[in-house]
C-alpha cells in the first residue's frame, strides 16, 4: 500500500486551483514522496476485556469480552511519525469506507501500536 504523510497532502491542498499542463502534473508527481509499508499479516482475534489498575485494586471490564477483533500487523517500514499518522489515517479512513468499523480512537473502535 502506499502512504503520503499528512504534511504532504497539506501542499496538496494548497496549491493553486485551476488547469495545469502536463509538464507541470508530471513534475508534481516526480515531487511526491511516497512511501511503502509491508503488512505481515492480518488476524481475527476476540478481545478478553480491559484491566485497569489503580493503587491496589484491579477492575476487569468485560463489556467487550467475545467481540470480533482484526488485527493488522505491518513490517517495521515506518520511519517517522509523520508515516505512522499517514498509516494510520488510511487504515482509518479504509475501515470506515467498507463498513468494517467507525474507526473512532477514542471510543476505542480502533487501536494502534506502531
Do not use: W, Y
Not at 497532502?9 to 514522496?33: A, F, P, V
Request: charged share 35%; hydrophobic share 25%; aromatic share 4%.
Amino acid at each position: 500500500r502506499t502512504f503520503q504523510t499528512h504534511e504532504q497532502k497539506k501542499k496538496k491542498k494548497k496549491k493553486k486551483k485551476g488547469k495545469q499542463s502536463q509538464q507541470d502534473q508530471e513534475e508534481d508527481l516526480d515531487k511526491k514522496k511516497f512511501f511503502q509499508v509491508g503488512i505481515e499479516r492480518i488476524q481475527i482475534e476476540q478481545d478478553t476485556g480491559k484491566t485497569t489498575t489503580s493503587n491496589a485494586h484491579s477492575l476487569i471490564d468485560l463489556n467487550r469480552a467475545g467481540c470480533a477483533l482484526i488485527e493488522i500487523v505491518f513490517r517495521p517500514d515506518v520511519r517517522s511519525p509523520h508515516e505512522a499518522a499517514a498509516v494510520l489515517s488510511t487504515v482509518q479512513q479504509t475501515l470506515r469506507h467498507i463498513g468494517t468499523c467507525d474507526g473512532k480512537m477514542e471510543e476505542g473502535s480502533i487501536r494502534c501500536d506502531l
